[in-house]
């Protein structure tokens, strides 16, 4: 509901200010006739999320998921009611002037917000607080694109670091009543409806490799530029509640000229993925939306990241395509097909989520042929990105600018859920102080059982007690107390 929520007034705002009229029926910003104001109208959204941002909460700013990872990682799962309204209100302000943003960040956010705030509400745990955050996160992600196994992979690699049924099972459910609510408000369809593509296996998996390649290269230079126009604005010698309006003049110019940067951009994304776009405009959206994007999210304005990353990496899938069909005719590659892949793999090394993405771009199309190029582009991908960032990805980099190290990948901790009984003997192993070593090394290399499978043994006297006798080289680990009888142990 949140999710159906938001599009309506994303829809709202958008109408309002691209068409003047009060109408939640979700419309592209493109198609406005505002002429020379569609450049100041994205400014006075700017200017809206920058107040809120300063007097209500600095929370809202950004795509949101980083803020979930660090509610999860570093303030016990806890996220501030006013999060949960001001970041939907605020994405919505910032999309509806044309911000180039999607809406499945701030809903992710606002989904573990309500997650949050219900294990608050109820007095839970930590790590109940967790799982309701993640729960809250995955049926958002779902109820957006009706990706409902997406959505649950998303919530595990992003935000619980782990595999658990106390997790698992809360989030298979949460995903699927969030699906079954998107089927009922927004239809039972993808969210993208995609012809039949041809993939080209086996004859075009040479070019997936080299897509592969440049979809890793694209992820780094993304995530780096982001954080690098960051970096400009936080040079500027004004008030950060000004920032976002600055970043939203320049998106207004970019969108003056090239409309489709504008807004959403699903109508867009749906072109490219059925190759309805030709060379030059698939380059000039590339370039511009991944323009109008770092310029806007890097002056710390609201709004999702996946979808614009999504249309700027299928423009360079059916980019890539399109110029390997003119170099080499005999190819025959598929635009689409190229374009799909490639929205999956860029975002995916870039978040480190690669397995959900795989796993979504394959929900959006349901075409199982994509599963083949999608894994092997997507970890081609990922390791490019793994070798240029190590330590980062575009989801962490801002909590690493914080001094907050966020380790993403899957560890059991061995020491969890390990109770005493499990690891301690309930009888003590013995032998007499008396005993020869020789004769303990024979039971020992016999096997018995009293002696082989333990890592120390006490040594008793006559009596039973533990010996007080000082051996000729103490034992590490386990030493008597002379005074108190109790045995001490020492670690190493």
Request: charged share 15%; net charge positive; with cysteine.
């Amino acid at each position: 509901m949140i999710a159906f929520a938001l599009y309506n007034l994303i829809g709202l705002f958008t109408n309002l200010f691209f068409y003047h009229r009060w109408d939640t029926t979700f419309r592209s910003a493109r198609l406005n006739e505002l002429g020379w104001l569609v450049i100041v109208t994205p400014v006075v959204g700017g200017l809206i999320v920058g107040i809120m941002a300063k007097y209500g909460s600095p929370k809202i700013k950004g795509h949101g998921i980083p803020e979930a990872m660090e509610a999860v990682l570093f303030n016990r799962s806890r996220i501030e009611p006013r999060v949960a309204i001001l970041k939907p209100i605020s994405a919505a302000i910032a999309i509806g002037t044309g911000g180039p943003f999607g809406a499945e960040g701030p809903i992710i956010q606002t989904g573990g917000a309500i997650g949050s705030l219900v294990g608050q509400l109820f007095h839970t745990t930590a790590s109940e607080r967790k799982v309701l955050l993640a729960c809250g996160a995955a049926a958002g992600m779902s109820a957006t694109f009706n990706t409902p196994i997406a959505g649950v992979i998303l919530a595990i690699e992003l935000l619980l670091f782990e595999f658990k049924s106390r997790s698992f099972i809360p989030l298979v459910i949460a995903s699927t009543l969030a699906t079954a609510v998107h089927m009922q408000t927004l239809g039972a369809g993808p969210m993208f409806t995609v012809a039949p593509m041809d993939f080209g296996i086996p004859r075009a998996l040479p070019f997936y490799l080299i897509l592969g390649g440049l979809c890793g290269l694209a992820a780094v230079g993304f995530s780096k530029l982001l954080y690098w126009v960051e970096d400009q604005f936080e040079k500027l010698p004004v008030d950060t509640l000004w920032w976002p309006a600055i970043g939203a003049l320049g998106l207004g110019v970019i969108g003056y000229f090239v409309p489709r940067v504008l807004g959403v951009g699903y109508d867009t994304i749906g072109d490219i993925l059925n190759a309805q776009l030709a060379l030059k405009l698939l380059l000039v959206v590339m370039i511009a939306k991944s323009a109008a994007l770092v310029i806007s999210l890097g002056s710390g304005t609201s709004g999702g990241l996946l979808a614009p990353m999504f249309m700027s990496s299928a423009a360079l899938g059916g980019v890539f395509a399109m110029l390997v069909n003119r170099l080499f005719p005999a190819a025959h590659l598929a635009a689409g097909a190229f374009a799909l892949v490639a929205m999956g793999a860029v975002f995916g090394a870039a978040s480190r989520a690669t397995f959900a993405f795989i796993i979504f771009a394959f929900e959006i199309t349901r075409d199982y042929n994509a599963v083949l190029p999608l894994m092997l582009v997507s970890v081609i991908a990922d390791g490019i990105a793994m070798l240029f960032m190590p330590t980062s990805s575009i989801m962490t980099e801002k909590l690493a600018r914080r001094g907050l190290r966020i380790f993403q990948d899957y560890e059991t901790d061995v020491l969890q859920q390990v109770v005493v009984a499990e690891t301690m003997d309930r009888e003590v192993p013995t032998i007499p102080s008396t005993m020869r070593v020789s004769e303990l090394a024979e039971r020992i290399a016999r096997h018995d059982p009293t002696v082989s499978h333990h890592q120390g043994l006490f040594l008793v006297d006559a009596q039973g007690g533990l010996s007080t006798r000082k051996p000729a080289r103490p034992s590490p680990c386990l030493r008597p107390d002379r005074e108190s009888r109790w045995l001490r142990i020492r670690m190493n």
